[in-house]
């Protein structure tokens, strides 16, 4: 169903792997400011539907469309550089950088042109300032901030899952597509890492889609909620309702 | 012995040398890429400032290449970078585009194998087995004996050098370079944050490529000769190993592993008394020389003489505490410890 | 046409040599994961080393070359034990293995230039008289360099199917952890392929000192884009797809040199990189292969 509030949905997107068919003939559409979740047993094609929707792999068909402009087949910097950020199921921090410099190398920035870099540093001088700044609040309110000059591979699983969601908010996106954030998180941490999306949701007001397999979570964060099985996309609707949805059911029990 | 101009001669080895390594230390110290291809550039550097320089062939003398000009003093040196820019251009694009990892290494180690058999077996391309000799060495009208020309060759060297140093810790230093390092430790997540991978690796090759061409061409402009054996495939080995020796990532570290292995490697070889006497003996202790202190680094200390540093911003407004009030600290002094152990926390997550 | 059969004759010497050097090659990079960029140097070696004890210790011929062989299989199974497995257990990245490599290669050839100098030498198998054989004309020695690639590839054939030490190498080349649950002993085994792939190294290099007139440290070294581009045509880590492509890079190298003497390489390392990009499962499996990782 998309409607003029969608900011991302995909179209009969197909994607085989030699002769198996990961992401088969499957639509959806996340409407802005939502979280919405994707869940759907192993192998259900969550992962790869999550690197067509981020560009890291291209569908062999279908339609992807993000704030209204067709993405399909963008490569993956093209359409992060539009808005959407994602991350990952593995801890990606850059670990032999600080936790300040993680943050520092999110957003897009002049200095990344060679001639700005290198010959006309004026040009960047000031926005280096303006992004430490907002580095370091972010860091204050991740909790981040003692920790500024540590190597992000020396964090804990947890510090460095809020780190990733901290790096991504510095990118400024319209839209943040989170692939099981609460991985690798002991259990005792993870209502911090969940007021945190809360908190990035209605505070700044960015739309989330989250792929997650504990059903708390996901009935706890998510408005609605997306359910995949065997490449395709058979259930939309809150929590409530997909309880009660006997495709959704047959596909969880069988 | 004129300690005063072997002095200058160590000098000026240890600049050429600098340009290079400055230049695999872009390539394989900040983006991680292990593109061997940096050799075909100096070699490439080196042709091109002699063939500009030399004048065009002369039929029935024993150097034979292809096309050539009497270009005066800069053009020659200033089309040779442009040349290595090009090479490194021409191999980026064929290979970067897709290949990682020890793919990249042995398909650039491939085509250094390919185009080095090239040229060394065609005679009339660029000199082939033979090469070049009698290449013309700049500024010589600035003096007149040996020991002056001496300084200022070095001086010549020195200024691009330290010119190329401050290229790189100015790359390194800048957000392009954090792009380059984010894309080294993480190139998925990078990607995902909207870095521009094969922009960035492209810029980077080809700002190595033409230091490592200016390399070549000093190095031709020194020796006045140019063969291909300066830059064979073996060569690769001495300018990584100067990388490993110093510590990679860190452009002084960078100096340090060329003066270690050009100077103390290269002319410690010098002084042990049964090795001067044979020249063949000499290089080939050499050679073994730096292959056992390459090993024994990457056994014993990986990271090198002068690791890469932690980035760090000196004169950021951040010496403001943790809770909006002045500390009252001086610029550039770290947050309070305080702060830092977690005891007045900020941070309910701990390790 | 005459020029062309006796251009091919010497193709099958050299893809002799070649298939004995890249099966070894090939499988230190598959099986063993390492590209081994020392592998050429240590053919000189076991070249020199029977140099060594035939003529200045006199032994007999087929001994020396029997220990010759044997010391650079152990080296290399040295080499992978000692300075590799340990540099990669304390995280040394891939490349720096490389380099470390190549370190041992240059430790070997300078080596050897130290101690026998810039010198030639010559090692004589057999005759040198010609004589001509379906329209080719191949000295007896090189028929013996082409007579021993045939019967060590026949053996090798042999140990891989029916030995269970070649079964347990395909299933190690498949996936190590699998065949460990399942009994083998992976580290036992693959310190057994360094020495079998050591030896094929020695053995290929003492053959090649054979068929060179005369040679030197750095005799071996031009052989190393086509053992490169023979691994990557055939299929890395297959042995059976080195084989095929030493064959077809053997005849195709010597086939081009009748155009031009340094073409020949060129041809081979541009099959080898073209390979390498557009089908790196090599020319000889099928696309599914390295999900069968067969040998």
Redesign the interface.
Known sequence: MTTSDTVLSCENVTLAF?GLRAVDDASLSIQRGTITGLIGPNGAGKSTMVNIL?G?LRPQSGRVTFDTADVTGF????I??RGL????QLS???????V??NL???P???????W???FY?RG?RDQ??EL??RA?NLL?EF???????E?AGN??G??RR?LELA??LM?EPRMLLLDEPLAGVAPG?TG?VIDHIVQINQGRSVTVLIVEHSMEVIEQLCSTVLVMIQGQVIAEGSMQQLRENPRVLEAYIS | MNWVFYATTLGTVFFINLILILSVNLQLGLLGLPNLSFIICLGAGAYVVSIFSLGPAVPGSLQQYFFGAFLPFPIPLILAALVGVAVAFIVGALVLYRMRGHTLAVITLIIVLVVWSVINGTPNFLGGANGLFGIPQPFHSLAGTTLGYGFVFLGYVAVLGCLCFVFNQRFFKSPLGRAARALRENEQAAVALGKDAYRIRLIAVMCGGAMAALSGALLAQYSMIWTPSPWSLDEVFPAIGAMIVGGRGNNWGAALGTFFVSIVIGQGIQWIPFVSSDPGLGSAVQWIGEGVIFIGFLWFRPRGLLPERKARWDHSPRRVGAFGEADGSRPGEGVRPLERSGLVSDSAVSA | MQLFLQVTGFGLVDASILALAAVGFTLQWGVGKFINLAYVYLMMLSAFLDYTLTQTLHLEFWLSAALSIGAVGLVSMGMNHYLVLPLARRGVRFFDLLIAGFGVGIVVEFGLQAIYGENFFQIKVAGTRPLKILGMHLTPSQLVIIGIAVLVMVMLHVLLTKTDIGRAIRAISVNPTLAQSCGVRVDFVLNLLWLMSGVLCGLSGLVLAFDTSLFNSGTSAVELPFILAIAMVGGIGSAYGAMGAALLIGLVSNWVDIVNPQYGIVVAVFAGGLVLLLRPEGLFRSPMASLAGSV
């Open positions: 030699g981020s890291q490569q993956a910097h093209r992060a550089q950020i994602r991350t990952f990606s921090e850059f670990a032999r950088m600080t300040l410099e520092m190398v999110a897009r920035q002049t200095g990344e042109r060679f700005s870099a290198v540093r960047w280096e300032y430490l700044a370091e204050r909790g981040l901030f003692s920790l500024a000059d190597y964090l804990s947890g510090q809020l790096r991504a990118a941490r911090q």
